[in-house]
């Protein structure tokens, strides 16, 4: 990001091409809607073109940029007085299953996909702050310090979600197993 911001253009690809697919599937699985998300994406990159010439270094840069996608989301949801999609919401297009390895064998492939199918379920499930700070953890790569930064709150509640989340993840998973 210093490179960017000090006139270097091809800093940007690289920063687009590394954190690309971790904000847009935050982004996603906080509104559990991709029209959205595309928009609320393009904004968040948008917001950190403009805020370029400003850009000093305080914490990592992808706490930076998950702050930016966190604002820009919470700023969505401010606007339409909501703070999250229904998840009983028909018209909200659902999340696309991860596919299973071409080389796995077709019962460990299908298996593999309901694996997945129930971790989106229980993740949809979650509190909305949860969900948050579980997939700021997992598509962000965030520490506790970075979410808590991230989403203006404690350390210790930002652990606590964590907490909470992979709690009941897991005692999802292991319900479906």
């Not at 998300?37 to 073109?49: G, K, P, S, T, Y």
């Not at 991230?150 to 210790?156: A, D, I, N, P, Y």
């Amino acid at each position: 990001m210093l490179g960017y911001r000090d006139g270097d253009a091809a800093g940007f690809d690289v920063l687009y091409a590394r954190h690309k697919g971790g904000v847009y599937r935050y982004l996603l699985r906080q509104c559990r809607n991709p029209a959205l998300a595309d928009e609320l994406f393009q904004d968040v990159w948008m917001n950190l073109i403009r805020a370029r010439d400003g850009y000093t270094v305080q914490a990592k840069f992808a706490t930076y940029l998950y702050r930016i996608a966190h604002n820009r989301l919470m700023d969505h949801f401010r606007r339409h007085d909501a703070t999250a999609v229904s998840l009983d919401d028909e018209s909200a297009t659902p999340v696309a299953e991860p596919v299973a390895p071409r080389s796995a064998e077709p019962e460990a492939s299908a298996d593999a996909r309901e694996q997945a199918a129930q971790l989106l379920a229980l993740l949809a499930e979650l509190p909305v702050e949860q969900r948050e700070a579980f997939v700021l953890q997992q598509e962000g790569g965030l520490s506790i310090e970075e979410i808590a930064e991230t989403t203006g709150v404690t350390r210790e509640t930002a652990k606590s979600r964590l907490r909470y989340a992979l709690a009941k993840l897991r005692r999802g998973m292991q319900a479906w197993q």
